[in-house]
């Protein structure tokens, strides 16, 4: 049977994030994830500029990270396989996962119109041009939290990567300014093919990320209750995180465990329904590595229902 024909079948969620989706008393009736991407999904990927990737670096660590070229540098020759015509920077931590047979999550975002997809597989080749994936999960997101952004490609000149252990005084500005981060998760062990590595995208207002010391405060707002990320972080609490300074093309990567208080106290950014908390324990600061100049848009609608800390 080819995937076209199977379009109707979707894959199940995974047993942690049916757990997720009980303990937070809320989930969809079905989960619309494919084992195939369909053709929409295909053609999106391929006029992207940029694309956002979960890996594992050599201790099982989820690492957030984003790859960029000219649109078409992915492509879709079948329905099960994205070809990216790029690599990692040899001094991005996510590199160290770039082996063949290797989980990685992608997930496209355009952010000129908030329009995103994921497609979760296996490494199945690695070579100097670009990466092929086999893809085995495809799936669609909402627009929510998503702020609009005009990229214009342009060349910067990067710097040696800084690694660290625990988060400076630039670090935490960076972050509490944020009004847009990345996550990358993994499932653990047990749950076998239904799971795997994935990437998020999480949005709101400027504050809306708390930090005190190396901990960072993240409010869950309403999404689309699939609970993908925080079904993988009930199994294993490994997060990578992805910051970027949409001004100086910097970016920032984060790993931490993360602890969710699914019944938050006290008070919080509006529209939260949850809290998850980060401990972050190192992360790299890698200067001018976004080759875009960033013009900001607007807000989206719900962002706009939010609070910040």
């Given at each position: 049977?080819?995937?076209?024909d199977g379009a109707t079948a979707f894959l199940p969620f995974h047993r942690d994030e049916l757990a997720a989706q009980a303990i937070a008393g809320q989930g969809p009736k079905?989960?619309?994830?494919?084992?195939?991407?369909p053709d929409q999904h295909r053609a999106f990927f391929a006029g992207l500029p940029y694309l956002f990737a979960a890996t594992a670096d050599e201790r099982g660590w989820p690492v957030a990270s984003v790859l960029a070229g000219t649109p078409g540098f992915v492509q879709s020759p079948d329905p099960v396989t994205l070809r990216i015509e790029a690599c990692p920077a040899t001094d991005d931590p996510a590199a160290a996962g770039l082996a063949i047979g290797c989980d990685v999550g992608?997930?496209?975002?355009?952010?000129?119109?908030?329009?995103?997809?994921?497609?979760?597989?296996?490494?199945?080749?690695?070579?100097a041009g670009g990466l092929t994936v086999h893809v085995s999960q495809s799936f669609g997101n909402c627009a929510q939290y998503i702020?609009?952004?005009?990229?214009?490609?342009?060349?910067?000149?990067?710097?040696?990567?800084?690694?660290?252990?625990?988060?400076?005084?630039?670090?935490r500005a960076l972050v509490a300014a944020a009004d847009t981060f990345f996550v990358a998760s993994r499932?653990?062990?047990?749950?076998?093919?239904?799971?795997?590595?994935?990437?998020?995208?999480?949005?709101?207002?400027?504050?809306?990320?708390?930090?005190?010391?190396?901990?960072?405060?993240?409010?869950?707002?309403r999404g689309n209750r699939f609970f993908n990320t925080l079904g993988n972080l009930l199994g294993d609490p490994r997060a990578g995180l992805l910051f970027i300074d949409f001004a100086s093309g910097d970016l920032l990567q984060l790993q931490g465990r993360v602890a969710i208080d699914w019944t938050p106290g006290g008070a919080v950014p509006t529209g939260a329904e949850r809290l998850w908390r980060v401990?972050?324990?190192?992360?790299?600061?890698?200067?001018a590595a976004f080759p875009f100049a960033w013009t900001f848009g607007d807000y989206a609608p719900t962002t706009l229902r939010t609070g910040a800390w």
């Open positions: 049977m080819s995937p076209q079905g989960a619309p994830i494919r084992a195939f991407m992608l997930l496209g975002l355009d952010l000129t119109n908030r329009r995103r997809n994921r497609a979760n597989g296996r490494l199945a080749a690695v070579d702020q609009t952004r005009q990229p214009t490609a342009m060349a910067r000149a990067a710097a040696p990567v800084e690694a660290f252990d625990g988060l400076d005084d630039a670090t499932s653990r062990p047990e749950v076998g093919r239904d799971g795997g590595l994935d990437m998020s995208h999480r949005g709101g207002r400027p504050g809306f990320v708390g930090v005190e010391g190396d901990t960072l405060a993240i409010p869950d707002f401990e972050v324990e190192r992360g790299w600061r890698r200067r």
